[in-house]
């Protein structure tokens, strides 16, 4: 298992203690944390104003929530543990195109690959 604090420190096999803490240590250029198992199987977290944005994945299923602190932290402790009971009971949602905080990136690059089509077209015409 690994823990990233934001893109300064790599933590191999963090303790508990090490994952707690990591929420109060973010970098200001780099405010996030990620603990996983491996590339499939995370939780990361990052601040979302006064709240937190909580992202884990297992597997291709993708799920967020954003939570005050205290639950971003027990999120972290049961992933930790590995407890699947604990991480399934927090208010999760599926992460789709749709509710996907980044969409307008993915819009934004489907519409010039669009422009840019009907600008080949236009110009063969």
């Not at 884990?56 to 929530?65: G, K, L, P, T």
Request: glycine share 4%; no cysteine; aromatic share 12%.
């Amino acid at each position: 298992m690994f823990l990233d604090i934001g893109n300064q420190q790599r933590i191999s096999d963090p303790t508990m203690e090490q994952v707690g803490l990591s929420f109060s240590n973010l970098p200001a250029d780099a405010p996030f944390v990620i603990l996983d198992a491996d590339t499939e199987h995370f939780i990361q977290a990052m601040p979302a104003g006064t709240a937190w944005r909580v992202e884990w994945r297992q597997e291709a299923e993708q799920r967020f929530m954003i939570v005050n602190l205290d639950d971003a932290e027990e999120a972290f402790a049961a992933f930790y543990r590995w407890d699947e009971a604990a991480l399934t009971s927090f208010p999760w949602k599926r992460l789709t195109l749709w509710n996907d905080p980044h969409r307008q990136r993915m819009f934004s690059a489907i519409t010039l690959v669009i422009v840019g089509l009907l600008s080949l077209w236009r110009a063969l015409v």
